[in-house]
Nanobody
């Protein structure tokens, strides 16, 4: 079993920044591609950024140039630096695998952007 714990969310004004962290613990042998997902009320969960174990990144169009995903394999941690936040970014943010069976979802971390 792998546990995912997200943190770093909060309330911020439009144009502000936040840095999210996701720590994976448990039965980890090697974590492959990971991603940050978000889910706003009444909407489906969507993948906003992903990173391979080797550091190749990919971004959802609406966050390109504003969000940066990174990882520290030694710490089993994935980060999401979010700049120039917009009210449309308001959602609960989760991390999980990409391209493989999901781990159990964590609680996520809430990001609220006020206009």
């Amino acid at each position: 079993q792998v546990q995912l714990v997200e943190s770093g969310g909060g309330l911020v004004q439009a144009g502000g920044s936040l840095r999210l962290s996701c720590v994976a613990s448990g039965s980890i042998f090697s974590i492959g591609a990971m991603g940050w997902y978000r889910q706003a009320p009444g909407k489906q969960r969507e993948l906003v950024a992903s990173i391979t174990r080797g550091g190749i990144t990919n971004y959802f169009d609406s966050v390109k140039g504003r969000f940066t995903i990174s990882r520290d394999n030694a710490k089993n941690t994935v980060y999401l630096q979010m700049n120039s936040l917009e009210p449309e970014d308001t959602a609960n943010y989760y991390c999980n695998r990409v391209g493989a069976l999901y781990y159990d979802w964590g609680q996520g971390t809430q990001v609220t952007v006020s206009s």
